[in-house]
């Protein structure tokens, strides 16, 4: 298993531009979800899945869509990149879409995106 | 609204000293999970801490939920310099579960 993958690795865009990060997972898991993480602020939930066909909001999702057709595939589309942008970006998935830490949770190795 | 606190936000040590960190929570948790993340890499989860008082060890790694399951801590002995990194933990939020509310982390430093 190629467990969560993510592209691309590294993205530099101009303000206004925009992109679709990609996320996979193959090992059928039914719980996606995207996090941005900056210095000194963690990790945090921009959006979710629980399965294909449902997405919901996260913590920060302004600026963010998302959607999911498929069970392996969460892609993150930024609309419109700001600077506030500028990040690092990690999908993670977990088996079941029950209660968090009812299961781990595998993250991708990320993206690093920067917004000029 | 609900906050995760972690406790310190830094610490260095010289390797073969112990290291402690802290995890405090403003409400209740179902549950508590602790990841570790390198320098430039991604989260991989540790360990889930679902009781009261439980404490569960990995080789030189510690965890405690607190009896109130408001507060956990990781404690390493001996570390050595495959710790460093930066130690979060992360509990469901309360009114939707399918959240997880992470802290701010606690990054590790070793000196050889």
Known sequence: NAGVTQTPKFQVLKTGQSMTLQCAQDMNHEYMSWYRQDPGMGLRLIHYSVGAGITDQGEVPNGYNVSRSTTEDFPLRLLSAAPSQTSVYFCASRRTSGGAGTDTQYFGPGTRLTVL | ?112
């Open chain 2, 1 to 112: 609204g609900q906050q995760v606190m972690q406790i310190p936000q830094y610490q260095h040590v010289q390797e073969g000293e112990d290291f402690t960190t802290y995890c405090n929570s403003s409400t209740t948790l179902s549950n508590i999970q602790w990841y570790k993340q390198r320098p430039g890499g991604h989260p991989v989860f540790l360990i889930q801490l679902v009781k009261s008082g439980e404490v569960k060890k990995q080789k030189r790694l510690t965890f405690q939920f607190g009896e109130a399951k408001k507060n956990s801590s990781l404690h390493i002995t001996a570390t050595q310099t495959t710790d460093v990194g930066t130690y979060f933990c992360a509990g469901p939020r309360a009114g939707n579960n399918r959240k997880l509310i992470w802290g701010l982390g606690t990054s590790l430093a070793v000196n050889p």
